[in-house]
């Protein structure tokens, strides 16, 4: 091959078919992408009108002095107080549990894309942490209470009289961060393979060694990928309320146990705006709906950031090209 | 990755050795952790497997019944109720996720195809970002919205007082159905599975396409013909990852299927689908507090077994499905 073949430009992409009318296709073909543009727009429609719904309902619920008030027991809208502690132990929990799911992800990652020896103990990794993407989160939080109700782990929460409680910060962020990491693990690891391998190759021939290869090059490239990947699991952090219902306690409010500062409270139960939300709903055990829209639309605007800065780091990564 | 022949010459040098080994050991805990899950929530709920035998999946009695007698029984060991009788919780799962999966895959095909091949760019710019929205959507929010807007639109407008009337001596009809979780899970799973769609077919070779077109073929006929059966890996990966979501799905479910163990019965006719019932997981959760009696936590681990069972299975579906794309070179 020669090197003016090797350097020609590659073909133009194929250019889509604009503008091509349908009017030769059979009358099914033509109902069929009518269907298909019908279902496009209606998955739209859902989408804004679930958006609005809760837009309205929130600015008409939601009192600035919600975010600064604390739940209380009762039986009116007024009497109920704010939602203070949940929005804090949401913030929490989410930071414990990234805190967990980042770099133990990343370090996943970067064994089955870089080591992954024996191939035996990778292809059970691969599957295990796809078991664990297809793990309800019921089952996290049902395996969680016997873990943390191990004595040896008794000091991560309440312990009274020898019987360990085992509900506790500690307990909801360790279950929720094993929500997060398969999310973690699958993005870093795409991004990972995207760079192509004369990029390690070059840092090899400069005598770096595999890790500090990985440390300086390959993780510093994929960077956008482990935002992209932290930012899809902390949203699954944020959402979940099977755990938090069963693992944090699910107190009105933050319940600390102990006296050492901080540490007391993360040993302590709580709840998150979702537990709120399930707490507050008609169906729940405090029945106040305007307090459940108003904990929704908070939830949902931090829903909307996260889905803004996915967007923005997978746009990062785009930006990226190697092989100019 | 390729280029391990060329690094692999010789012993490794010392600090990769040692990052290795590092990350090998964190990656087995993990993998120990996923299997003591298994481990423990079986040998947790084996007692209730134990005293039921196979009739634990069978029909029989009221399970509400069964529930609190489980409970109350409670604390005293040697009173102890373990007879419990799953089946109505099993059915409405198996009617839920079933009428929510079928329901997401036609859809989520079409929006998928729509996407990958025929939307305008401007929608396709606004159909990505809403896909992902509401795959974040949390599932306690869609259970809301699904208790303050369509149970009552439901009940009030889609139910007849006749069919109320028909079902009256055996189960009451308000709205809480098997209809209103069917659609609201259907919204939330078909997100999924029209991110996993739309990679599938984005992955189809383009040559493949353009040779069915240069024959003549009309793009759809061509989409439908070629793409979508070379994505047909991806088709089964997506719906399998929908279906262990709605399986496991727990909060929601509990919010808008009427929580009341009953099995909506297909021979009521068409009021069937406006009938209660309480799907798995949701039974979990809905008794959550009554784990500290010793016999209920045994049968609602159980009950987690079966799910972590269900999963376990999908996820193995969704492996051997995978099988013949890898052969074709379509995923990594």
Known sequence: ?324 | VEDDVLIDEGPPAGPDRRAELTLGALVCVVVGLVLAMFVFVLHEGWPSFAHNGWHWFGAGGNVDDQINAIYTAGNNAARAVYTFHAWPLIWSTIVIVGGAVVIAFVCSLFVAVFIAEFAPAWLRAVLHPVVRLLAMVPSVVYGLLGVVVLVPFINNDLISEQSKASVTPIITLDGYSVLAAVVILAVMIAPLMIAIFVNGLRSVPRGWLEGSLALGINPWRTVWKVGVRTAKPALIAGTVIATARGVGEAVMLSMVSGSVGFAPNPADGFVFIYEPSRPLAATIIDNIDQLTSPPMRHTLYALGAVLLFSAAMLSFAGWAAKQPLLRYGLVS
């Not at chain 1, 549990?97 to 064994?111: R, T």
């Not at chain 1, 080591?115 to 664990?132: D, N």
């Not at chain 1, 537990?275 to 929704?296: I, R």
Request: aromatic residues 8%; hydrophobic residues 50%; contains cysteine.
């Open chain 1, 1 to 324: 091959m020669t090197s003016t073949q090797a350097l020609a430009a590659p073909p133009p992409p194929a250019a889509r078919r604009r503008n091509e009318s349908s009017s030769s296709w059979r009358l099914t073909d033509r109902l069929g992408l009518a269907f298909a543009w019908f279902l496009g727009l209606l998955f739209c429609a859902i989408a804004a009108a679930l958006v609005l719904y809760l837009f309205v309902q929130g600015i008409r619920y939601l009192r600035p002095s919600m975010l600064v008030t604390n739940p209380r027991a009762g039986y009116t809208e007024s009497q109920t107080g704010g939602f203070l502690d949940p929005l804090i132990d949401t913030i929490v929990i989410a930071v414990m549990s990234m805190a967990i799911a980042v770099p133990v992800g990343i370090a996943i990652a970067v064994w089955l894309s870089e080591f992954a020896r024996p191939k035996a103990l990778a292809r059970v990794v691969e599957s295990t942490i796809e078991m664990l993407a297809g793990t309800p989160s019921i089952l996290l939080a049902l395996f969680g209470t016997l873990l943390f109700e191990a004595p040896w782990l008794g000091f991560l929460s309440r312990t009274s009289g020898g019987v360990v409680f085992g509900r506790s910060f500690f307990a909801t962020a360790a279950m929720l961060s094993l929500l997060a990491l398969p999310l973690v693990v699958a993005s870093v690891r795409e991004g990972l393979q995207a760079i192509p391998s004369h990029v390690r190759e070059a840092s090899y021939a400069v005598g770096k060694t595999k890790t500090a290869t990985t440390r300086r090059v390959l993780l510093p490239a994929a960077r956008p990928s482990v935002l992209t990947g932290s930012m899809l699991g902390l949203g699954r952090v944020i959402g979940d309320t099977a755990v938090v219902v069963l693992l944090l306690g699910n107190t009105l409010t933050n319940d600390p146990s102990g006296s050492v500062p901080i540490l007391s409270a993360l040993r302590g139960t709580g709840s998150t705006l979702t537990s709120y939300v399930y707490y507050n709903a008609p169906t729940g055990d405090g029945d106040q709906p305007g307090k459940a829209y108003a904990a929704a639309f908070v939830l949902l605007l931090l829903v909307l950031a996260l889905n803004v800065g996915v967007d923005v780091a997978g746009r990062r990564g785009r930006d990226l090209r190697w092989n100019s």
